[in-house]
């Protein structure tokens, strides 16, 4: 699963097979356990549109993803904005590492988007990634609800507004 040091800079590069057999392995505690992968799932690929975080090691720390593989089921696309999806590697999550995976991914969407708005959908108990987004600029725009593994599901909606010039 990897090390339990605290990672060094972050980066953001193409993710590859052994980024994806890692992230299939992950396991969460607690209410967390929901973002387990499920073994129907599909293995993420580059060619889904999927990105490894590193740390300047090169070791995996988590990933990100952006547009249709970012969207829950049911969330319609918006005209003009880019869905935004991240995970983190479970042995990483609460160690107060968010707000930096959090600037590296923003900062790689960015890049490679354009500065548009930014939705993410956070599972509404997760107040946790809830308090982190907010933290990264985005604003609570609504509720969505929908079926996922059998089970009933309601995400928060949120939205991040472009930086603007010179930021």
């Known amino acids: 699963m990897g090390t339990t040091e605290t ?10 097979r052994q980024d ?5 392995s992950w396991r969460y505690e607690g209410p967390w356990s929901t973002y387990d992968p ?3 799932d599909p293995l993420l690929s580059a060619e889904a549109g999927y990105q490894a975080v590193v740390d300047d090691a090169g070791a995996l720390v988590g990933f990100v993803c952006a547009g249709q593989e970012a969207r829950v089921p049911g969330l319609e696309e918006q005209d003009g904005i880019v869905d935004v999806g991240v995970g983190m590697r479970p042995d990483l999550v609460g160690r107060g590492l968010g707000g930096a995976f959090g600037a590296v991914v923003l900062g790689h969407v960015r890049d490679t988007c354009g500065d548009r708005p930014l939705r993410a959908a956070v599972q509404s108990w997760n107040q946790r990634s809830l308090r982190l987004a907010r933290r990264l600029g985005f604003r609570v725009t609504g509720i969505h609800h929908c079926q996922q593994g059998g089970r009933d599901v309601s995400y928060t909606i949120l939205v991040r ?6 930021q």
């Open 38 to 40: 499920r073994p129907a």
């Open 7 to 16: 990672p060094g800079r972050l980066s953001v590069r193409p993710l590859q």
């Open 20 to 24: 994806a057999e890692a992230i299939a």
């Open 161 to 166: 507004p472009p930086a603007g010039p010179g």
